[in-house]
């Protein structure tokens, strides 16, 4: 572990809030992490370890969690250098409201970096999670706003393997301050200004995830699986390139970085979910069993209205919706898919 480097506080106690916390504690900060719930909180200072999503990843000694939104910013005592936003898509703007309420509640209070860990648009709006923090946090932070992106499966980092992510902002000494204290102990962070492309690759590989665990949960095959990821990426390229994303992102850890981790790998929850699709069993069933968050799940119903909204053709996210919220049946969107008319690659 390394020297003391002082405060940083991660909002939203999930089992990748909790992987980022682990990961800041044993960079040597002294690591704030916050939950809604005080029986939550209660149960990780017992255990010292987050039992419900994470259980095998222990706290290190710099690392407490608390349920007062106050004293994670610093009321009262040392505000953070960093505070790293892992709550829910779908839940971030609230939280927001809250965290905009205390802060303006005691304006002493220093304008720490911030980090988005969400990967989500919202749906009625299909405002990126960047939007949401510079439209509701108090003139003097919302210019100090990062996202976080790359491949990075949370019990990995809180193992802390090696990983690689990138961080983009707009402001080139916020990313550099971020990549500064999250780099090492398994991290390598990279910087970028595109926060569009680095936000887009992360919501849409969700949504691709799902469709490969279908394909895989109904026995279509690895040359269907590498086949849909390839063209899945054609897909968030199309449209995120089309938004003002830079193609190189794409092509990097935001992009196809995390886009093969998330349809590929055995820890990744979307995945998980479009395995037990294609198997057969029901949404409902398959969320109630996993008692966590598949970001996905709701990522196809934004991605889905921002193609509408921007006119740009998405047949596997147009498919997944479909198969998610209009009940076409697996092998129906498989004859759909692979029935298409006929066009060159390159073609958009």
């Not at 991660?10 to 040597?28: C, K, N, P």
């Not at 987050?50 to 222990?58: G, I, K, M, V």
């Not at 910013?73 to 790293?84: D, H, K, N, S």
């Not at 998405?314 to 029935?339: F, Q």
């Amino acid at each position: 572990m390394g020297q003391e480097r002082g405060n940083v506080t991660v909002l939203g106690a999930g089992s990748w809030g909790t992987a980022l916390a682990i990961h800041m504690a044993r960079r040597g900060f002294t690591t704030t992490l916050w939950a809604r719930s005080t029986e939550h909180v209660a149960a990780m200072q017992a255990a010292g370890r987050n039992t419900r999503y994470l259980p095998d990843a222990p706290f290190v000694d710099t690392l407490h969690a608390t349920a007062s939104l106050p004293d994670a910013v610093g009321v009262g005592g040392q505000p953070p250098a960093l505070v790293i936003c892992a709550i829910p898509s779908h839940a971030m703007r609230d939280a927001m409201r809250q965290l905009a309420a205390v802060l303006r509640d005691h304006p002493g209070v220093a304008a720490p970096y911030y980090l988005i860990a969400a990967k989500g648009i919202e749906v009625d709006t299909l405002a990126n999670m960047h939007d949401v923090l510079h439209s509701e946090l108090p003139v003097g932070h919302r210019d100090r706003v990062a996202v976080l992106g790359g491949p990075s499966f949370a019990a990995e980092v809180a193992q802390g393997l090696p990983t690689m992510v990138v961080i983009a902002a707009y402001d080139p000494a916020t990313s550099g301050a971020i990549q500064t204290m999250m780099s090492g102990d398994g991290i390598r962070a990279y910087v970028t200004d595109d926060v569009i492309g680095v936000e887009l690759g992360g919501v849409l590989k969700n949504v691709i995830a799902l469709a490969a665990g279908v394909g895989d949960g109904a026995g279509l095959g690895q040359n269907a699986r590498a086949g849909l990821i390839t063209r899945g990426l054609a897909e968030i390229s199309r449209i995120a390139i089309k938004l003002g994303a830079h193609p190189a992102t794409l092509a990097g850890l935001a992009g196809l970085g995390d886009l093969v981790l998330t349809c590929t790998g055995g820890l990744s929850r979307n995945r998980r979910v479009g395995i037990a699709l294609g198997q057969g069993r029901t949404l409902d069933e398959i969320l109630a069993e996993m008692g966590m968050v598949a970001e996905g799940v709701k990522n196809t119903l934004s991605a889905q209205r921002l193609a509408e909204r921007e006119g740009v053709e998405m047949p596997l996210v147009k498919t997944m919706h479909a198969i998610l919220y209009g009940g076409l049946a697996v092998r129906d969107a498989v004859e759909l898919l692979m029935g298409r008319a006929l066009r060159a690659e390159r073609e958009w």
